[in-house]
């Protein structure tokens, strides 16, 4: 029985229209109508162009860059469609920008991603929908139904049609420590071994690769991270396979693609062969594109789960 909403609208807000149009798509649903501008000084305005008293309104809105700007439209939109009656609101948000703000690191540290959850809330979310938090305990900081999808399948599926399951050629890396939980069911999907990158950061930004675990000797490897920002970590694993591992070739992957200066250099420089990406963060629309870097689509994924959370079943096997 559904409890909420008498019809599924899809709103975007400026952060990443184009994936919310491909949601829409796999739907069969046209992109709900909203005007989202900026006046002079640079406030957010948001004017909503239909009605949506009563309905399921899923709002897809990445915190990406430029964050501040992006978060303000989704609590502002949030905020419009609750004054606006709507049934339910759903926070859509494929990347979930401060997420590495999770904890005190030092005294006097906010833990600015229990900030955000708290503003999302406040704001008249009813439930948020979001994809491979950088800590998962995120999901503990909202007092309202969270759903973390995984990146890993979709990248699973692309690599075992690329190489086979169970290749013994082929090894998952992890490019720290903290990763190793999300590395380990990815090599399990893939049949194949693991290894670690243990680095030491001295500073934001910056890493040293202090040593690999495990032999990754003539392997195909495949680096999996839940984030690329300057690249730096990413760059600095991939060299250290090669001239400490002696790995064979080296692939990676990463959920959400932030290619924050100088990472597009780097990549392009690095020994990786190919970096697979989801598109829950567009590329850059300054920068120009590189061959190495390729996108997977999670609007197949993102429908689906808002279809199950409309219809009131589980979202549980989108898991697997």
Known sequence: ?????????????????????????????PLGKADIKRFADGECSVSILEP???????????????????????????????????????????????????????SRDPISAKLVANMIEAAGADRVLTMDLHAAQIQG???????????????????????????????VVSPDVGSVARARQFAMKLGVNMAIVDKRREVANKSEVMNIIGSVKDKTVIILDDMVDTAGSLCGAAKALMDIGEAK?????????????????????????ELKLLDT????????????????????????????????????????
């Open 249 to 273: 070739e080296i692939y990676a992957c990463a959920t959400h693609g932030v290619l924050s200066d100088p990472a597009l250099e780097r990549i392009e420089a690095s020994p990786i062969k």
């Open 281 to 320: 963060i567009p590329f850059p629309a300054d920068k120009p594109q590189i061959a190495k870097i390729n996108y997977v689509s999670v609007a197949p994924l993102f429908a689906e789960a808002i279809e199950r959370i409309y219809e009131e079943v589980s979202i549980s096997p989108l898991f697997e």
């Open 52 to 106: 949506v008293r009563g309905a399921d309104v899923f709002l897809v809105q990445s915190t990406c860059k430029p964050v501040n700007d992006n978060l303000m439209e989704l609590l502002i939109m949030v905020d419009a469609m609750r004054r606006a009656s709507a049934g339910r609101i759903t926070a859509v948000l494929p990347y979930f920008g401060y997420a590495r703000q999770d904890r005190k690191a030092k």
């Open 141 to 171: 900081f909202f007092d309202i139904p969270t759903d973390n999808l995984k990146g890993a399948p979709l990248f699973a599926n692309y690599y075992i049609e690329k190489f086979g399951k169970g290749n013994p050629d082929v090894m």
């Open 1 to 29: 029985m559904i409890s909420h909403g008498k019809e599924v609208k899809v709103f975007t807000g400026n952060a990443n229209p184009a994936l919310a149009e491909s949601i829409c798509t796999y739907l069969h649903k």
